[in-house]
């Protein structure tokens, strides 16, 4: 034991260090959801994303067991290190999900699915031993849409409609090297413009701090302006120019995954790794926190307060605009009494009682 070289150094500013030590100790776990018609390539973009292959017997049925086939709900869970640090991973995959003939009520077991997770939860923190509570609640839904329509269908609006209000939803244009960077722009802003229009609430990135350096601001500005992400998913190795890269193998050349220039697949690994935290915090303390409230407020018979993306109730809602009238009213009287000021004679006082 030594004394502390620098006079008034007690030494708790090595806290962050030992929390860094117990969190690699302890491992990290994350769930994704993957969303969308089939033949989308989501199982490739997952397998491209984690270098790992979640799917090695992968069944694709006949469309003619389509037609009444219901929606299944796969979760893998492999364990990735990476420099000593543990991701304990989970993909929640979606088979069957908008094939059938009628899709009416299609995602209703992938809302089951995410509420049986938030409430095995509270289940396990209202209980005895709250040690080593497993954490499989969704922390994120990537939801695929098709490049070769023109924006959104029916299906794809009514499933964020739905789930929104329980997931973080990071939307994905799917096999984006079928279209031209103009063609690409133009969908992307139809998406946006139509998600708008329908009052969906995706996952919006949060600003980057002012301490923060340029090049994270820059960063992040470019991960928002990339939403919905147009990404090209290939586990295939390709060389080009004397260098192994993944990519697609087409006549006229070829597609490399992890090109920025040719899609947004390094952009939305980048989100995703940089903002998992941020993830896990918004469905803890936002989705996690509304489901229970709704729980807890159904078993004594009362109303649950709705909340909204930014975490305020609607009770919080009317008291800020009691207290706007409440001002609007100081200010009316105020401006009463310097007017019947101004027209008295002087050295005459007015009295006012409020």
């Known amino acids: 034991f030594t004394n502390p070289e620098t006079p008034g150094y007690v030494g708790f500013a090595n806290l962050p260090n030992q929390v860094h030590r117990k969190s690699v100790k302890k491992g990290f776990e994350f769930t994704l959801m993957v969303a969308g018609e089939s033949g989308l390539g989501k199982s490739t973009l997952v397998n491209s994303l984690f270098l790992t292959d979640l799917y090695p017997e992968r069944h694709i049925p006949p469309a003619a067991d389509k037609i009444t086939q219901t929606v299944k709900i796969d979760a893998s869970t492999v364990e990735i290190e990476e420099r000593g640090v543990k991701l304990r991973l989970t993909v929640v995959d979606t088979p069957g999900y908008g094939d059938a003939i009628n899709c009416s009520d299609c995602y209703k077991p992938i809302i089951q699915y995410i509420d049986d997770q938030f409430e095995r939860y509270l289940h396990d923190e209202s209980g005895l031993n709250r040690r080593h509570i497993v954490d499989n609640r969704v922390h994120s839904c990537f939801y695929f849409i098709s490049s070769q329509g023109h924006g959104l269908k029916p299906l794809d609006i009514e499933f964020m409609k739905a789930l929104h209000n329980k997931v973080n939803i990071v939307p994905v244009l799917s096999k984006a090297d079928s279209l031209t960077l103009p063609e690409v722009k133009r969908l992307k802003r139809r998406i946006l413009e139509e998600i708008q229009a329908n009052e969906i609430q995706i996952y919006q990135l949060p600003d980057a701090d002012e301490d923060e350096d340029e090049e994270f601001k820059e960063q992040t500005r470019c991960l928002k302006e990339s939403i919905p992400f147009a990404v090209v998913g290939s586990t295939q190795m390709i060389e080009v120019k004397g260098k192994k890269v993944r990519g697609?193998?087409?006549?006229?050349?070829?597609?490399?995954?992890?090109?920025?220039?040719?899609?947004?697949?390094?952009?939305?690994?980048?989100?995703?790794?940089?903002?998992?935290?941020?993830l896990q915090e918004v469905t803890h303390d936002l989705h996690y926190e509304n489901f229970?409230?709704?729980?807890?407020?159904?078993?004594?018979?009362?109303?649950?307060?709705?909340?909204d993306s930014g975490g305020n109730t609607r009770a919080l809602k009317e008291k800020e605009a009691e207290l706007k009238r409440m001002q609007q009213m100081v200010q009316q009287m105020q401006a009463q009494i310097n007017a019947q000021t101004k027209s008295s004679p002087p050295g005459k006082v007015m009295s006012h009682n409020l």
């Open 248 to 278: 697609r193998l087409y006549p006229w050349g070829v597609v490399e995954v992890e090109n920025p220039d040719h899609c947004d697949f390094l952009k939305l690994r980048t989100m995703l790794i940089t903002h998992m935290q941020d």
């Open 292 to 307: 229970r409230a709704r729980r807890l407020q159904s078993k004594d018979g009362e109303p649950a307060p709705a909340m």
